[in-house]
């Protein structure tokens, strides 16, 4: 997963962002996978989703 991490920076210039929560390992390695192949715009969006995923998920916890 590291190079992964290393190569997903290299690409986007940011750190790989996805919600783990509910996630196994190989899914996020797979999710990684998959979104190096993404365009920047594509995975702009992505991080994106994922950010307000990650929120929503604290807001809730927080709120509850």
């Known amino acids: 997963m590291q190079q992964g991490n290393q190569a997903y920076e290299a690409r986007f210039g940011r750190v790989f962002l ?20 993404n365009s920047e715009v594509t995975e702009q969006q992505e991080a994106l989703d994922q950010l307000r995923e990650i929120t ?9």
């Open 18 to 37: 996805i919600r783990a929560k509910g996630r196994s390992g190989e899914q996020m390695l797979a999710e990684l996978q998959r979104r190096l192949q």
């Open 56 to 64: 929503l998920l604290r807001l809730k916890e927080t709120i509850q």
